[in-house]
């Protein structure tokens, strides 16, 4: 069994920062990947920063510059610094592990941490 717990979120007015936490948990034998995704209400889950093992950290257009994703490799542990919050930042976060390889790769969810930017 693989459990990640996210920490975190919360509220916070446009232009302050919130850092995310993820730590996974359990039978994981390899990891391939670890990120963050988000998802607003009536919109898609998507991407925001992955942090793979192997290969470039890969962040949404909209979040460059103003997020940062890093890892803690011996924890299996990923986090999300975001800086210049902005109101459309507002969604639920959610942790996402990838394990495997190339050739076979599972993946993981958090439950979901909210984030609303609001004054």
């Known amino acids: 069994q693989v459990q990640l717990v996210e920490s975190g979120g919360g509220l916070v007015q446009p232009g302050g920062s919130l850092r995310l936490s993820c730590a996974a948990s359990g039978s994981i034998f390899s990891v391939y990947a670890m990120g963050w995704y988000r998802q607003a209400p009536g919109k898609e889950r998507d991407l925001v920063a992955t942090m793979p093992n192997r290969g470039d950290t890969k962040y949404a257009d909209s979040v460059k510059g103003r997020f940062t994703i890093s890892r803690d490799n011996a924890k299996n542990t990923v986090y999300l610094q975001m800086n210049s919050l902005k109101p459309e930042d507002t969604a639920v976060y959610y942790c996402?592990?990838?394990?495997?390889?190339?050739?076979?790769?599972?993946?993981?969810w958090g439950q979901g941490t909210q984030v609303t930017v609001s004054s």
């Open positions: 996402n592990l990838i394990t495997g390889s190339d050739s076979y790769q599972h993946y993981y």
